[in-house]
């Protein structure tokens, strides 16, 4: 998996691409949210429109990036799941602790 | 050396395999499946969810059972057999009790950065059943059905 880091209005916007699964992105994750935190960014979103496949891993990746930011006075939102990604988040029902949104214009402005 | 503690035996329609626990043989498990699979049209849900239920079971086996220890081996066999697939997972660990494992889906629980595995396997395979003794390791035993294979389900084409 890639991932890169772009700003948008403020918000620190994370592109992972690919898998994100043990050994193969779940690290990247964590990385790229605290490198963002470090930078000072308190607004984070991750833009998972890219994303494959999302395994157990991968989803205990992203339950602890929103607690970190959380933790550190930070919002992290997620947007354009795609439909894999989404069942995921429903079958784990953490679609009701993450806010998500469908386009990632709806989540900027929403921060 | 990964390739010592690689043992594979393809019979037909099967596949037996042994890799020590290291994540990057999960890809050599994916591979076998993949030889045992070949001839069959999955659609592209069903191949996800066997590909990530194999992925869960074998990450547990080689973390949970084996402790990452790239001595201790993982055991795969995966067969097809009236158009139902079985997956069975062993490995060499002190025993995985499942119900020992928190329910995911509790709101006290949400916020657990792992634990899902098992409920991940659950829902994409038909059947997930675990067995284990104390000291022997645990086997976990899944099946979906896939449909028969398009070479038994359909007669010879004329040209």
């Known amino acids: 998996m890639q991932i890169s880091a772009r700003h948008r209005e403020g918000v620190t916007v994370l592109d992972p691409k690919g898998k994100i699964t043990i050994g193969a992105g779940d690290v990247a994750i964590r990385d790229a949210v605290h490198e963002a935190l470090d930078a000072g960014s308190k607004k984070i979103l991750i833009n998972l429109n890219g994303v494959s496949t999302c395994d157990s891993s991968g989803i205990g990746e992203l339950v602890a990036a929103y607690t970190t930011v959380k933790n550190r006075g930070g919002e992290l939102k997620l947007c354009e799941l795609p439909a894999k990604v989404s069942d995921v988040l429903q079958i784990t029902q953490l679609i009701t602790v993450f806010e998500i949104h469908d386009s990632e214009d709806e989540a900027i402005a929403s921060f | ?159």
Do not use: W
């Open chain 2, 1 to 159: 050396m990964a390739a010592r503690r690689l043992v594979a035996v393809a019979v037909s329609g099967a596949v037996h395999l042994a890799v020590g626990s290291r994540l990057e043989n999960v890809e050599l498990v994916r591979a076998a499946i993949d030889a045992v699979l070949d001839g069959f049209e999955l659609d592209d849900d069903t191949a996800r969810q066997i590909d990530l239920a194999m992925r869960e079971a074998v990450v547990n086996a080689m973390r949970h059972g084996n402790g990452d220890d790239p001595e201790r081996t993982v055991e795969v066999d995966c067969s097809v057999d009236d158009g139902v697939l079985t997956l069975r997972v062993r490995d060499e660990g002190p025993g995985f009790d499942p119900e020992s494992v928190p329910d995911p889906l509790d709101d006290e629980n949400l916020h657990r950065t792992s634990g899902r595995g098992l409920l991940f396997m659950r829902q994409c395979m038909d059947t997930v059943d675990y067995t284990f003794r104390p000291g022997e390791g645990t086997m976990v035993t899944m099946t979906k059905a896939i449909g028969p294979s398009p070479r038994r389900a359909r007669p010879m084409e004329e040209e």
